[in-house]
Nanobody
């Protein structure tokens, strides 16, 4: 299973970015898929995930600003990030939990700065 993420970049505070992650490979099932992030000097943390059934879980720090959704055949997750803050600066990692196995994407950098 491979995860291909895209969409990071540099944005000013208050701006928006959209991240995309597509899973490919054989014999995988999307049990939970979504995004984690890791800021410099900090531990990796959950940002937003979605189950195969469509239930979502978002970190309190992003509720009301970030939206997670699915696209395509259900193997793509999108993270719409609005009202970005400097504290959202981090490397964002796509994650897939499939049949008890965790897969990670390569990470995409998001920098929120004026």
């Amino acid at each position: 299973v491979q995860l291909q993420a895209s969409g990071g970049g540099l944005v000013q505070p208050g701006g928006s970015l959209k991240l995309s992650c597509t899973a490919s490979g054989s014999l995988f099932r999307v049990d939970v898929m979504g995004w984690y992030r890791q800021a410099p000097g900090k531990q990796r943390e959950l940002v937003a995930v979605m189950t195969g059934g469509g239930a979502t879980n978002l970190a309190d720090s992003v509720k009301g600003r970030f939206t997670i959704s699915r696209a395509g055949a259900g193997n793509t997750v999108l993270l719409q990030m609005d009202s970005l803050k400097p504290e959202d600066t981090a490397v964002y990692y796509c994650n897939l939990n499939s049949r008890g196995t965790q897969y990670w994407g390569q990470g995409t950098e998001v920098t929120v700065s004026s």
